[in-house]
């Protein structure tokens, strides 16, 4: 399957639900290829521009967007972090080393 600026997506060796894109330079990451998971789209799929457009919006991001944002990231980690859902996902977070690591 091929979608926009991700190129051409192929089933993941590990999990046959996911599409995997080649490495791509990300500007938000100052450049890093990463990568990129889309799980829940299908070949087929009625709405795909919808995955399209995200991906485009994110690929315009800069390190300097990440930048501006990080207060605000922080701000949210720190009102989650003690929360009774922040705990299940640190529960969560262990099973998913153990199974992924």
């Known amino acids: 399957m091929r979608l926009g600026v991700l190129g ?10 996911w ?3 080649a490495p791509l330079a990300v500007p938000y990451f100052g450049g890093t290829k990463l990568r990129f998971v889309l799980d829940g789209i299908v070949a087929g799929d009625p709405r795909p521009e919808d995955f399209e457009r995200a991906a485009a919006c994110f690929l315009r991001l800069h390190e300097a967007d990440r930048k501006s944002a990080t207060p605000h990231l922080e701000q949210h980690r720190r009102a989650f972090s003690g929360s009774r859902f922040q705990r299940l996902v640190d529960v969560l977070a262990v099973r998913t080393r153990d199974v992924w690591d």
């Open 19 to 21: 599409l995997v894109s």
């Open 8 to 17: 051409e997506l192929e089933i993941d060796d590990a999990v046959d639900e």
